[in-house]
């Protein structure tokens, strides 16, 4: 069983939602957590409300800056992508640049912060990734120009350096909620069915990162729609979730 004690975490995409509540949760567990996103401020905020959070703000979009931060990161136990970006946008009313934007942070930050991470961790022989994948990326959903195929992206990912990794001592999982209510979802405009609270799903978080299950997606049955979904044709699929 994973103890959380002691160890280094360097949460990405911490300062709003889901990362937030991970970055108080894993530090409330006796973690040092390295808590990172744009929002200096919210990080700053977020150093003070808990023992154990250093800020460390980065651009996961710039290179350089990533490469920065990983430096003064130092050597991690686990590092955690919860970085994301979502605008509701259907194909049939496509804005430019805006898919462009929410795969940058969701499946390009990723691959960016990754580079540095995944060497290091196999150098040292030992490693936690876990990624924050989406319910929305297994199949293809409504409205999800962009973030859907990027959740997919960063989703085939974990498979990719889960089977690369196996042997090294470096771990990977992929984590995949449901309907959270953060700022991403109050962009929706549609009922979001067993929306969960970012600390309840913080808490689903750490106990599908104990599980040691490379796959952990929830909350069911709401889940199943998805994971079972995804075995069905298309057009029955679609026909459902419509
Ligand atoms: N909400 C849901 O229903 C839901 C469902 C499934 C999966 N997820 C996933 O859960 C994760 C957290 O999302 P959330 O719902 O908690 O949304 P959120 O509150 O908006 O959090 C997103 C986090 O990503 C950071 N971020 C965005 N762009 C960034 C950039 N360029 N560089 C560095 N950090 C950046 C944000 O911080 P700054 O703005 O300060 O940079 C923030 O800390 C995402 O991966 C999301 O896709 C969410």
Avoid at 5 to 15: D, F, N, Y
Avoid at 138 to 149: E, K, M, T, V, W
Avoid at 172 to 188: D, E, S
Avoid at 192 to 221: K, N, W, Y
Wanted: glycine fraction near 10%; aromatic fraction near 8%; hydrophobic fraction near 50%.
């Amino acid at each position: 069983m994973t103890t959380f004690a002691g160890s280094r975490w360097w949460i990405v995409g911490a300062s709003f939602g889901l990362g937030r509540a991970l970055a108080l949760a894993l530090a409330r567990e006796g973690a040092d957590v390295i808590a990172s996103a744009r929002s200096a401020d919210a990080l700053a905020e977020l150093a003070r409300a808990q023992p154990g959070i250093k800020p460390l703000p980065v651009d996961v979009t710039d290179p350089g800056a990533v490469a920065a931060a990983v430096e003064r990161a130092g050597a991690v136990d686990g590092l955690l992508y919860a970085a994301g970006d979502y605008e509701p946008m259907s194909a049939r009313a496509w804005r430019p640049g805006v898919a462009e934007q929410v795969a940058a942070v969701n499946f390009i930050g990723a691959l960016t912060v990754l580079s540095h991470v995944v060497p290091a961790m196999v150098a040292r022989g030992k490693g936690r990734i876990v990624l924050i994948g989406s319910l929305a990326g297994f199949r293809g959903l409504p409205g999800a120009i962009g973030y859907g195929a990027s959740k997919a992206a960063l989703m085939h990912l974990a498979e990719n350096l889960r089977v690369d990794l196996t042997g090294t001592g470096v771990t990977v999982q992929c984590i995949n909620p449901g309907f959270i209510a953060t700022r991403l979802t109050a962009r929706n405009d549609f009922r979001m069915p067993q929306i969960m609270t970012p600390d309840e799903a913080a808490c689903r978080t750490l106990r599908a990162i104990r599980s040691g299950r490379f796959s952990v997606s929830f909350p069911a049955p709401f889940a199943w729609l998805f994971t079972l979904g995804r075995h069905l044709p298309v057009a029955l699929f679609q026909a459902l979730v419509r």
